[in-house]
């Protein structure tokens, strides 16, 4: 395409904006990240975004703004132009996602204040996952539920996999449609996928993020017995919350996790992964801990896949730390023929790819 029209990505999160700034043909511009977000100088996403657009300058070109949003639900599977009938719409997915959907939120409602002429287009982590069928999907509870409240497996995640499932297809030379992978993203969220034929068959992630592998902050797969225990015992003493409820959700989204079994001798994996490197076995314990479970899912997902073209790593942590791949991997002897693949992701040209094929 041959004309000076720009894609405006933004990966707006609680405390942060992240954005790349690419022409129609996908080359990238410019990009930058916005911290601290309410916390200091900056108050508000509104704020963080009249800071970027004056560091891009001319905005002119702008023409289309694509936001990620975290959970589309059971409504969204494609990028849609949102406009206020659909942004109460997908307000209406809070709940569901309350560390990312209000802050995706207003991260578009700052773009529709600031580059009025732009469209602004949303693309859906959950939207990978829409093939998934419906014995990965469904869980053990009277169908009902499903039906009349939409509780169901959605996964997340879903532009990461997508991007790596492009990006290995290329490296490893093969056709989408004949490609099976098993795909790790391992940040401070952290969710793996089983990909077969180019379509998501199962990921760890549920209802919520909070399902499937131990996080930075979040318990992962853990007894619903313990979630009543927390809820129902007056002798567990929680956070200082205005009600229980609040109370144990903040605990095991923020207080849980990696960093939860490392109290205060580290605050995040990466100080964890420093610390078991230089002999703690504390640590180490808890790198043993995290890693026993991303193998039971490998090992999960070959199974059900049956034959296996790669294992892609990919997230800050698949990507930069070596010892918890080599963790993953040691022992691992069922993975022996299986293609190893380190791809680092690319979310913003994902979304910007997905938007092209939408004005396509």
């Given at each position: 395409m041959k004309n000076n029209n720009q894609i405006l990505v933004l990966n707006s999160g609680s405390t942060s904006l992240k954005y790349k700034l690419f022409d129609l043909d996908l080359k990238e511009v410019e990009n930058g990240f916005v911290e601290d977000i309410g916390n200091g100088k900056i108050r508000n996403h509104t704020q963080a975004l009249q800071n970027v657009l004056k560091k891009i300058g001319n905005t002119e070109n702008i023409k289309y703004v694509g936001h990620r949003v975290v959970h589309g639900g059971d409504k969204f599977y494609n990028p849609i132009v949102v406009g206020k009938r659909e942004l109460k719409e997908i307000e209406k997915m809070n709940h569901l996602a309350p560390l990312h959907n209000p802050a995706n939120l207003e991260g578009i409602r700052a773009s529709m204040n600031l580059i009025k002429d732009a469209k602004n287009i949303a693309v859906f982590d959950t939207a990978f996952y829409k093939d998934l069928p419906e014995h990965a999907y469904l869980y053990a509870i009277p169908k009902e539920f499903y039906k009349k409240y939409g509780i169901r497996r959605y996964g997340f995640h879903g532009t990461s996999h997508k991007h790596v499932m492009l990006e290995a297809a290329k490296k490893l030379n093969k056709s989408i449609s004949n490609l099976n992978l098993i795909t790790c993203h391992l940040g401070g969220g952290a969710s793996i996928t089983a990909i077969k034929k180019g379509k998501a068959i199962d990921t760890s992630m549920g209802f919520t993020p909070m399902e499937g592998l131990p996080m930075e902050t979040r318990a992962g797969d853990i007894d619903s017995g313990i979630v009543l225990e927390l809820l129902k015992s007056k002798n567990i003493k929680l956070n200082d919350r205005?009600?229980?409820?609040?109370?144990?959700?903040?605990?095991?989204?923020?207080?849980?996790?990696?960093?939860?079994?490392?109290?205060?001798?580290?605050?995040?994996?990466?100080?964890?992964?420093?610390?078991?490197?230089?002999?703690?076995?504390?640590?180490?314990?808890?790198?043993?801990?995290?890693?026993?479970?991303?193998?039971?899912?490998?090992?999960?997902?070959?199974?059900?896949?049956?034959?296996?073209?790669?294992?892609?790593?990919?997230?800050?942590?698949?990507?930069?730390?070596?010892?918890?791949?080599?963790?993953?991997?040691?022992?691992?002897?069922?993975?022996?023929?299986?293609?190893?693949?380190?791809?680092?992701?690319?979310?913003?040209?994902?979304?910007?790819?997905?938007?092209?094929?939408?004005?396509?």
């Open positions: 205005k009600n229980r409820i609040d109370a144990v959700d903040h605990f095991l989204n923020k207080q849980s996790g990696l960093s939860g079994l490392a109290g205060k001798k580290a605050n995040n994996i990466y100080e964890i992964a420093h610390l078991a490197e230089l002999g703690d076995k504390e640590m180490m314990d808890i790198l043993k801990l995290y890693t026993y479970k991303i193998k039971k899912y490998i090992g999960a997902y070959k199974a059900i896949l049956g034959n296996v073209d790669a294992i892609v790593f990919t997230g800050t942590v698949g990507c930069r730390s070596k010892i918890i791949r080599k963790l993953i991997l040691t022992g691992f002897k069922d993975l022996k023929n299986i293609k190893k693949l380190v791809i680092q992701t690319n979310e913003e040209l994902m979304i910007a790819r997905e938007i092209i094929r939408l004005i396509k």
